[in-house]
């Protein structure tokens, strides 16, 4: 189907789906670029494929394609140098289970900061990754491109992180927040401490709520040079992950 005016009811759509709202409403959201869109095909998530007039992209059973000229497209999409391969998805099927391995994210605002911390979920083998209520949308766009399509390949809720907290503690899998100083080196656990875990990471400014650190069983540092206050909370985590993945 060709599509050649914005003010078309499916254009009208697609822009809406920038809005974490009408995403929400809907359990719809696009993806762009073509290592993106195949992976959402992989996991039968694409309902709509969305070409630029002259792109050929050929995927099996994708009968519902659009084509639409690069200057709706332009409008369409979230970056700056638009893509000619979109899609319109399904949002992911959630799984209620933890597992063994869970990271718990605690009001982190940077959208690219929370995809770094989903690719490194994937990288270093977490089964679960929860964010709290008021941290950014998983299907923000930005965040999804920093995921690099990792986000397809994990468990991602949406909890009250209290709830959370609570339910582990009756599994009795150990929580560990995490803290600038006076915690835990990360260096120092045991294989024991890492059979079983979740590891909690907090919002870029303030940390981890301290009304939540409270309730963890230990709380990691990581040793840095003195002349270094903190890290960016994306690559704090990916080394903590890295650390708990880590067995000798």
């Known amino acids: 189907m060709l599509i050649t005016s914005v003010d078309n009811d499916r254009v009208k759509k697609y ?48 009968d519902n394609i659009i084509y639409l000229p690069m200057d709706i497209i332009k409008k369409v999409s979230s970056v700056e140098t638009p893509q000619t391969v979109m899609a319109l998805c399904s949002k992911k099927e959630e799984s209620e289970e933890l597992g063994d391995h869970i990271l718990l994210v605690d009001n982190v605002q940077d959208p690219g900061n929370l995809g770094t911390i989903i690719r490194s979920s994937v990288a270093f083998n977490i089964d679960t990754v929860v964010l709290s209520e008021n941290t950014v949308d998983l299907y923000n766009p930005k965040t999804i491109r920093s995921t690099q399509g990792m986000f397809f390949h994990i468990n991602v809720l949406r909890k009250n992180l209290f709830d959370v907290i609570d339910e582990l503690k009756q599994k009795e899998i150990p929580v560990y927040g995490t803290l ?43 040793k840095l040079n003195s002349d270094v206050e903190s890290l960016n909370v994306g690559v704090a985590c990916s080394i903590l992950l890295y650390e708990l993945d880590r067995h000798e």
């Open 15 to 62: 822009l809406k789906l920038k809005d974490k709202k009408y995403r929400d409403a809907t359990g719809e959201f696009i993806v762009e670029g073509s290592h993106l869109v195949i992976e959402a095909y992989k996991q039968g998530l694409i309902k709509e494929l969305i070409l630029e007039i002259d792109e050929v992209f050929p995927l099996a059973d994708i």
């Open 180 to 222: 600038v100083e006076h915690g835990e080196d990360v260096r120092d656990l045991s294989s024991k401490d890492k059979e079983k875990f979740a590891l909690i990471v907090g919002n870029e400014g303030n940390g981890v709520r301290s009304e939540i650190t409270s309730k963890c069983d230990k709380n990691l540092y990581i």
